[in-house]
């Protein structure tokens, strides 16, 4: 295997504050590889559904002891926050800083 593709996605409920998380990895020759759903209470909006599909994204490359893969996520503004230098003194970014230490 060259690479692992991860596809992720979420959806937010904003009266209810629940999300949902999905996450599929393949092998670069379609392969299915694994996956994850998850179910989560009391987000803050949804942004924050984004950030943790990308930290499940991280866990189950880490888990599988995957090294080389790529992201496939559809939020330029979660990608951004990934890419940014310097600080962000944003609640998210925060979360960015932190969710891989």
Not at 9 to 30: C, F, L, R, W
Not at 53 to 61: G, K, M, P, R, T
């Amino acid at each position: 295997m060259s690479y692992i593709k991860i596809n992720t996605d979420g959806a937010y409920n904003p009266s209810t504050h629940d999300a949902m998380i999905g996450v599929i990895a393949h092998e670069n020759k379609g392969m299915l590889l694994g996956g994850i759903v998850q179910n989560s209470a009391n987000i803050l909006d949804a942004l924050h559904v984004d950030f943790f599909a990308i930290l499940a994204d991280h866990q189950l490359a880490r888990d599988r002891g995957w090294r080389s893969i790529v992201i496939e996520f559809d939020s330029t503004i979660i990608v951004n926050k990934f890419n940014q230098f310097g600080s962000d003194l944003s609640v998210l970014g925060s979360q960015v800083e932190n969710g891989f230490t």
